[in-house]
């Protein structure tokens, strides 16, 4: 009887580690991937939050522009020096802000 006892100590035993291992490996996961993503997800809105008229943008393609207008999900982006090349797109197509007053 005892070593059927000992038997199923040691499944419960390598039952239970495999668990934590897989634990482990989660989090591991969650602080390597997700954390870092979710960071970034925030300091993109702020980022968007705080763009303002006349601030200078370049967009997820890699175009450079002014904004000219901003309304809740749209903003109107003026591209190159030709004042007819208005463009309006969605917030999400913006990649970075470069504010007004920080480029002189």
Not at 11 to 17: K, L
Not at 18 to 29: E, K, P, Q, S, Y
Not at 67 to 74: F, N, P, Q, W
């Amino acid at each position: 009887m005892s070593i059927v006892a000992s038997e199923s100590a040691g499944a419960i035993m390598s039952g239970a580690s495999m668990i934590l291992w897989i634990v482990v490996m989660v989090a591991i996961m969650y602080f390597l991937m997700i954390r870092p993503q979710k960071k970034e997800q925030k300091r993109l809105a702020a980022m968007l939050n705080d763009m303002a008229v006349g601030d200078s943008v370049v967009t997820t393609s890699g175009f450079y522009g002014v904004v000219l207008d901003i309304t809740d999900e749209d903003v109107i982006v003026e591209f190159g020096n030709n004042k007819n090349c208005r463009i309006p797109m969605r917030k999400a197509a913006i990649a970075e802000v470069e504010k007004a007053g920080s480029a002189e």
